[in-house]
């Protein structure tokens, strides 16, 4: 059993930074460590077995679907290790359940969650280092190279990916050609100017019937991963020699350029922290919309006319590498070893294929995006391509421990230019933010 009390300490840290966790969850989780305290184990009931528990957030539900059927494949296939895939909430959700999980002595054994999460986990001596296993895996070689800066931290590898993604922009080709745009914006400049001829007051009564573009308005991660591909495109960072530095001139253009098309009327705000809902692209409010790959299979159901087209460039190509990581979190020897046979399953060519093939997700394994089977999926749903050739330039977002505090506190300053405030205010308030409560 670990030192609880300290262990506590460290973790509500943790808890209290995420601002939308309520006096009540507080209150939940403490009357959890009590009951955590207790030493109360599943107990492994055939001691031939290893039975290893896994947490993950897998949305929508046909996506979990899929993975529970991959999940059964494992275990028909490998007797003495058996996994339980367990469904915690939505992602937003788990971060609370994670820490006290921890503090309590009770976490799973592979946990599933972005990788942004991995800074605090390393604080807390929750997981398990992974070079040396992943280092000396046949297939090391074939995972997506554009990977590894998501799985590290300090020198040490921290994670593997399950699966990945990036941001792109979609497009109404119908709403295109109704204003006559033939050719799709490269530069951030044609951007706005596609954007603007997009925007449309129809019946003259002064009031915006049609956008050229949503953006997601919001302090949420959402709304800092959808504008880190801006912000990469101009070549600058959010870390400049292991110094937070948002008040660059990049991070500066890249929010002028959000706050330009909202100003100029060309962008449409999206509800408070819902900008990753498609509702007025798919109505045909807005003709642009940026999101990801997970989104193509509800599209095609819909019917709607749509297509699919590469971030904007300012200075660089970019986009910023989405997709969950699979951490193995310090249990016991037979545990952790038992979750590397899985992890190495879920690196294989079968596992990627299958699971790409039922999500609409990026395989990692790059024997995997060779094949034929895959190449053939690829054919039959074109806009993947976008997806894809993005990977040779996909960043990730840093790994650092104070992750949920640099995104908050840059998505409040993304907010604010958004609602009226210049770029440059907006970010020297947060870097202030920052500065005060790193140092």
């Known amino acids: 059993m670990p030192n609880l009390p300290s262990l506590a300490l460290k973790c509500f840290r943790e808890l209290l930074r995420f601002k939308r966790y309520s006096q009540v969850g507080i209150v939940g989780c403490l009357l959890f460590l009590l009951w955590l305290g207790t030493g109360c184990q599943a107990q492994v009931k055939d001691p031939g077995v290893v039975q290893i528990t896994l ?5 929508p539900p046909p996506n979990r679907d899929v993975f529970q059927d991959l999940v059964d494949r494992f275990n028909q296939t490998h007797p003495t290790v058996q996994v339980e895939a367990v469904y915690i909430g939505q992602a937003d959700q788990q971060p609370p359940k994670i820490l006290t999980a921890v ?16 800074g605090q986990l390393v604080e807390l001596g929750a997981i398990q280092p992974l070079e040396n296993w992943f280092n000396q ?79 997601p308005l919001g302090k949420g991660e959402w709304t800092v991963f959808s504008w880190l591909p801006f912000l990469f495109s101009t070549a600058d960072q ?33 509800a408070p922290e819902r900008g990753y809902e ?68 879920v690196l294989s ?20 995006r060779q094949s034929q089977q895959y190449r053939d999926f690829v054919a039959q749903q074109p806009t993947l391509k976008v997806f894809l050739e993005q990977m040779n330039w996909a960043r990730s977002r840093p790994i650092i421990a104070g992750y949920a505090r640099l995104s908050e506190s840059l998505g409040r300053s993304i907010e604010a230019a958004l609602l ?12 202030d933010r920052i500065d005060l409560i790193f140092n």
């Open 420 to 431: 009226g405030e210049s770029p440059e205010v907006a970010l020297k308030t947060a870097q």
């Open 278 to 345: 498609q509702d007025d692209f798919i109505s045909g409010k807005v003709a642009m919309q940026i999101t990801g790959p997970w989104t193509l299979e509800y599209l095609e159901q819909t019917g709607i006319d749509y297509g699919v087209m590469a971030i904007p460039t300012h200075d660089q190509r970019a986009t910023v590498v989405g997709g969950e990581h699979l951490f193995v979190m310090k249990t016991s020897p037979k545990q952790e070893q038992a979750a590397l046979q899985f992890l190495d399953y």
């Open 103 to 118: 503090v309590g002595n009770a976490a799973p054994d592979i946990l599933w969650y972005n990788p942004t999460i991995t």
């Open 55 to 59: 947490w993950h957030g897998i949305n």
């Open 238 to 270: 959010l870390i400049t020699d292991d110094q937070v530095n948002l008040l660059n001139s990049g991070a500066i253009s890249a929010l002028g350029l959000w706050s330009d098309l909202v100003r100029s009327g060309a962008a449409m705000l999206s």
């Open 137 to 215: 895996l046949p297939i090391r070689s074939n995972i997506d190279p554009t990977l590894l800066e998501a799985m590290a931290l300090d020198q040490h590898l921290w994670s593997v990916p399950m699966a990945t993604n990036n941001l792109a922009v979609f497009y109404r080709p119908s709403l295109f050609e109704a204003a006559g745009i033939t050719a799709l914006p490269e530069t951030w400049e044609d951007f706005q100017a596609v954007a603007q001829r997009l925007t449309r007051d129809d019946n003259g009564d002064g009031k915006i019937d049609q956008y050229g573009l949503i953006l």
């Open 349 to 368: 060519q079968d596992f990627q294929g299958r699971w790409s093939l039922g999500t609409g997700y990026l395989p990692v394994n790059l024997q995997t």
